[in-house]
């Protein structure tokens, strides 16, 4: 078994790209662009706040977004506690409308709302993991205020169609926040087009650095938002803290990255997200989850009947992978995202997560496929 396990595990984080890393650290010493970008009584602090503002362009041309638009936090969980607590907090009381199998950042925040006194309805999915826009039409009510649906399901890999539920929030004067992490720079996002009032987005998911993301936050009409953290009135007042140039830069300097290559690469991964079905799908009672086609590029979620979960990721010890949602992985009770589809315990427990990346090779899919090959033949041998 070699050092350390191939790597097949991009939903969950990716490596920093050497030329983001290169970037960033152009921002940490002495020699570099260091200083605070609130300190607008020195250069030092002017050049940060120069590369903040470059990257924030940036992100706002890929987003089709005004810069004023774009608010750094932490990552897509603090922009999904934004997006949610910031509207729905306007008032004392009022509906959210959301799905159940949306990421723990935005499901935990929903139930903390409900906690508060706020209405929630979650919609489920159908079999292939979508929500269809009929269905958020049926739900919306006279005090519904906000509609948070994902874009990428990080689990299975399906698209929603973000312009057909951005049309029907703006027909019936709803706000839409949709959770990018997993869509953003891998399939194309167009804020005006799409009718989408906010959005997150995290760094980590792009090649860029853990610990930054942005909510984007539509200015017109404009769109208030109660925050969630205060000191200083960083970011329009929306998100006190000192910017961490470094991190930020690193966001920029990913998304110019993900907007040069992202059809290039999307098409590549594509290409091997399909040559890695193409292989498992020749080993009998493989199941692949979530839509065939409304997806994203780089995530296959897979099944092996007849198959012990744990003990089929335990023998996988020479490739990265996991058994669903990174932040939930340590449970022990099967993925709720399958569960939502439809899928039997049984058959969730022993379904993997294969997610391909920048770095991932043909022959790295190859032996994937070997292993697992022969892996589910030999525990069933063994059953």
């Not at 002017?46 to 890929?62: F, K, M, Y």
């Amino acid at each position: 078994m070699p050092s350390r396990p191939l790597y097949a595990d991009y939903a969950a984080t990716t490596p920093v790209d050497e030329r983001v890393a290169a970037a960033m650290g152009a921002c940490l010493t002495l020699d570099g662009k260091f200083g605070n970008p609130a300190s607008r009584s020195h250069a030092l602090g002017w050049e940060a706040e120069e590369a903040v503002e470059q990257a924030r362009g940036t992100i706002a041309r890929l987003l089709n977004a005004d810069p004023r638009e774009i608010v750094f936090t932490s990552g897509a969980t603090e922009s999904n506690n934004l997006a949610l607590k910031g509207v729905m907090q306007r008032e004392p009381h009022g509906h959210l409308i959301t799905s159940a199998i949306e990421h723990k950042a935005t499901l935990d925040t929903a139930e903390w709302l409900e906690q508060q006194g706020y209405s929630v309805t979650y919609l489920e999915p159908d079999a292939d993991g979508l929500i269809h826009p009929e269905r958020i039409t049926a739900a919306i009510r006279p005090d519904t205020r906000l509609v948070s649906l994902m874009h990428v399901n990080n689990e299975i890999g399906v698209a929603a169609d973000l312009p057909a539920i951005g049309a029907l929030c703006r027909e019936r004067d709803v706000l839409f926040h949709t959770d990018a992490a997993q869509g953003f720079g891998k399939l194309p996002i167009d804020v005006q087009a799409d009718g989408i009032d906010l959005l997150s987005v995290s760094g980590h998911k792009i090649y860029g650095p853990k610990g930054v993301g942005i909510l984007y936050v539509r200015r017109e009409p404009p769109l208030h938002l109660i925050a969630q953290i205060h000191g200083g009135g960083h970011e329009h007042g929306l998100r006190s803290g000192t910017l961490a140039t470094h991190q930020i830069v690193g966001l920029g300097a990913a998304t110019a990255i993900m907007a040069e290559a992202g059809v290039a690469e999307a098409e590549r991964l594509s290409g091997l997200r399909e040559r890695l079905w193409a292989g498992l799908a020749q080993i009998p009672g493989t199941v692949r989850h979530g839509h065939p086609t409304q997806r994203v590029a780089g995530i296959l979620n897979v099944g092996f009947a007849d198959v012990e979960g744990e003990t089929l990721l335990m023998a996988l010890d020479d490739v990265a992978v996991s058994n669903g949602s990174a932040c939930t992985s340590a449970s022990v009770e099967p993925s709720f995202v399958l569960r939502s589809l439809g899928v039997p315990d049984a058959l969730a427990h022993a379904s993997l997560r294969i997610s391909v990346g920048r770095y991932t090779t043909p022959a790295d899919v190859d032996h994937i496929v070997a292993r697992l090959t022969e892996i589910t033949s030999r525990l069933r041998r063994a059953a």
